[in-house]
Nanobody, 123 residues
Framework: QVQLVESGGGLVQAGDSLRLACAAS????????VGWFRQAPGKEREFLAI????????DYADSAKDRFTISRDNAKNTVYLQMNSLKPEDTAVYYC????????????????WGQGTQVTVSS
């Protein structure tokens, strides 16, 4: 199993950028595909991006593909989500998830989830 902790959220203005980090506690981090998701108040959890265990492939939701970039540094046991040109509609709790098998764009059935980090974008 792997434990995940998200960080990097905060309060920003529309048009600003943030880089979120998803840090894993175990040495087997490179075995895991990692996804980023978000959940706004009153809404369902939404898929944003996913990266394969060695960073060779990525996939993005339409809401993320033009402004967000997922990357990973396995030496640091960390996956990042670079978010540019933030909009008020990006306000949500952002979560990372990990699994040994490919989950694609599913927002469920991942083996491990972090606790989330709040991103608030003011207009």
């Amino acid at each position: 199993q792997v434990q995940l902790v998200e960080s990097g959220g905060g309060l920003v203005q529309a048009g600003d950028s943030l880089r979120l980090a998803c840090a894993a506690s175990g040495r087997a981090f490179s075995n895991y595909h990692v996804g980023w998701f978000r959940q706004a108040p009153g809404k369902e959890r939404e898929f944003l991006a996913i990266i394969t265990r060695y960073g060779g492939s990525t996939d993005y939701a339409d809401s993320a593909k033009d402004r967000f970039t997922i990357s990973r540094d396995n030496a640091k046991n960390t996956v990042y989500l670079q978010m540019n040109s933030l909009k008020p509609e990006d306000t949500a709790v952002y979560y990372c998830a990990a699994d040994n098998v490919w989950r694609g764009r599913r927002a469920v059935q991942w083996d491990a989830w972090g606790q989330g980090t709040q991103v608030t974008v003011s207009s």
